[in-house]
């Protein structure tokens, strides 16, 4: 099965913003991940003390199979953000294949993340698109 959600950015008041979305649509977060619970990576800049509590993802679900997520951003990656174009448009998939497929075709823009295991246990990529609509692709790994 394969969903689509949206994903929000936020500069450093992610967690205000689902607090406020959770007394909208109720229910309980089912995920939420700080900066400073990532472990070190290649290519990746180490987390500053200012952006360590800063959300790294966030999943509130809003009914059925659908759910908002979203993060803050922070350091080099916050150049990018403008309000008003602060979302992604997430696809979870059930294989790695279709996770690769939606991918090639989607990534004719330009790659931000190529398609890889993560440390949270996903294979995920995230790409631009020709028209500059931003897709995060993943799918859960078999444990």
């Known amino acids: ?6 994903y929000l950015t936020f500069d450093g008041n992610c967690e205000e913003a689902f607090n406020y979305y959770k007394t909208v649509f109720g229910g309980d977060f089912e995920m ?8 070190p990576m290649d290519n990746c800049p180490e987390v500053s003390a ?3 509590e800063k959300i790294m993802h966030i999943t509130l679900p809003i ?9 803050d951003t922070g350091g080099e990656w916050a150049t990018n953000y403008k309000a008003g174009n602060n979302f992604s448009i997430s696809i979870s998939t059930d294989s790695q294949e ?9 990534s004719k823009g330009s790659v931000v993340m190529p398609m890889d295991k993560t ?5 995920f990529g995230m790409c631009v698109d020709q028209f500059g609509i931003t897709w995060m692709v993943g799918c859960e790994l078999e444990e």
């Open 98 to 106: 279709k996770a690769d497929d939606f991918f090639a075709k989607l």
């Open 32 to 39: 939420v991940s700080r900066f400073k619970e990532m472990p």
């Open 63 to 71: 009914g059925g199979d659908t759910v908002i997520m979203g993060n």
């Open 1 to 6: 099965m394969t969903t689509v959600n949206i």
């Open 119 to 123: 440390f949270w246990g996903s294979y």
């Open 50 to 52: 200012e952006d360590a």
